[in-house]
């Protein structure tokens, strides 16, 4: 099945995340906002904006990486933003819906999660199983194939079953792309794609 088609569906299962995310963007300068680690801080401002692409949602993460040095072009987004516009005015966009929606991906994930620098600093010290904890947690938090795939390859001379991690992501792009869009393929899909976390998260 069209890939579009069941992007489509799945947005409609996570409309609640997303409606959580909006909540948590409208308080990103409130004090319980600020208390968490800077790299939940970010993947927050992140998934916010991919979710929920805004001007507002920009800013925030612009904001942010300004305090922390982090290097991003906000310039760069906004045609996104702007696309989005127009697709709102169009009927039956979903390939267009998607094509958008993959290359924000794409844009997001080159704002590497700060777990990675953290994984890059214990390599240094040798520390190699908090080097491989940090680098999963990281993965966990990028949202392109390409990127993902990318990441396990960097990680399997030193943890070998990223090596698998990366072929059963494959098998669950393929079941992605051909599923249907009926609730329980859906939901099937979502229980896979779960399974793979855990799978990701659980360092053998």
Known sequence: MNWSIVFFA???LLL???LRLRIRANTTRSESFKR????DQLAVLKE???N???EGNLRNLADFAERNSIKIDPESYRPF???QMELHKHKDAIAEDNELYTAEADWIDKILPLEFA???EFKRENEIQKYVERSLEGIAR???DEAILEALEKLAPDYPHASELAESYKQLMQTRDESAADDKSLEKLRKQKEAWENDLLNVK
Do not use: H, Q
């Open 142 to 144: 990028l949202y392109s």
């Open 52 to 54: 929920s692409p805004s």
């Open 81 to 83: 933003l702007k696309t």
């Open 16 to 18: 609640l995340r997303i």
């Open 48 to 50: 916010c904006l991919l």
């Open 36 to 39: 968490l680690p800077p790299k």
């Open 118 to 120: 953290e994984a890059d």
């Open 10 to 12: 799945a947005m409609m």
